[in-house]
């Protein structure tokens, strides 16, 4: 299997033939097809599968027709959301989200605890529709009430095991409580236990298992 029989966009078959892929891993030939026609997910992988790629390249393809040159920020409301547990797994994705929209005039930001919050501030004002967060910052920004996820149509949790691990379940119960019922859900966890599903019913409808 190649990338290019995936039916991905020109534009992100550019981004990953710059990056000097030709076959997708396994995760990324089972997934990429599922989440193009819009289906929920739960993926079992593990980092260093090519996970990242997997959910970033088919949730971009899906954004894509309402990409927008336009530089008014009521053009770029938050479309995507894609939870990391820490720091450096949110700058990972971020990273990946870069890399991939590099022929999409989509925006994107990356927001994390631990640093002045004013600058993060400033650049959701300005519109983003991919933004890649740990949970207990994105709840922060929620209540500076810059954010309004009215538009978003895809929400990611990454390593889901870590983030109960961490204690961020309460924090990602109250992030899904904002969201529109109506969207697209993918969780990715390393490891499947009793309290994993539990999130997972919460979260997701009727996702398509893989591992
Ligand atoms: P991840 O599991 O998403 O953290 O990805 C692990 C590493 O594999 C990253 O350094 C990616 O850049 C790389 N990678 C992702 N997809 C592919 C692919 N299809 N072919 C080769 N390397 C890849």
């Known amino acids: 299997m ?3 029989e995936l039916g ?7 981004a990953i033939s710059e990056q000097g892929y030709t076959d997708p891993t396994p995760i990324q030939a089972q997934a990429i097809p599922i989440v193009l026609a819009g ?3 739960m ?3 593990q980092t260093g599968t090519g996970k990242t790629a997997a959910f ?3 949730l971009l393809q899906r954004i ?3 990409a927008s040159p336009s530089p008014s920020p009521a053009r770029h409301p938050v479309r995507v959301l894609m939870l990391a547990p820490t720091r450096e797994l949110a700058i990972q994705v971020f990273e990946s989200v870069k890399t991939y929209s590099k022929y999409i005039p989509i925006r994107s930001l990356c927001t994390y605890g631990g640093v002045d919050i ?5 650049e959701i004002r300005l519109g983003v529709e991919v933004l890649v967060a740990t949970p207990g910052r994105l709840l922060d920004l929620v209540e500076q009430k810059c954010l309004n996820f009215g538009s978003v149509q895809a929400l990611v949790l990454d390593e889901a095991d870590r983030m109960l691990d961490m204690g961020f379940v309460p924090d990602v119960t109250r992030i899904i409580n904002l969201l529109p019922q109506q969207r697209q859900s993918l969780l990715f966890s390393a490891t499947f236990s009793e309290e994993i599903k539990k999130l997972a019913d919460k979260m997701l409808k009727s996702p398509v298992l893989i591992e």
């Not at 991905?8 to 550019?14: C, H, I, N, S």
């Not at 004013?118 to 400033?122: D, F, N, S």
């Open 118 to 122: 004013k600058p993060q501030i400033a």
């Open 39 to 41: 289906n929920d997910l």
């Open 56 to 58: 970033t390249l088919p």
């Open 43 to 45: 993926g079992g992988a």
């Open 8 to 14: 991905l966009a020109p534009e992100l078959l550019r």
């Open 2 to 4: 190649r990338f290019d």
């Open 64 to 66: 894509l027709p309402f």
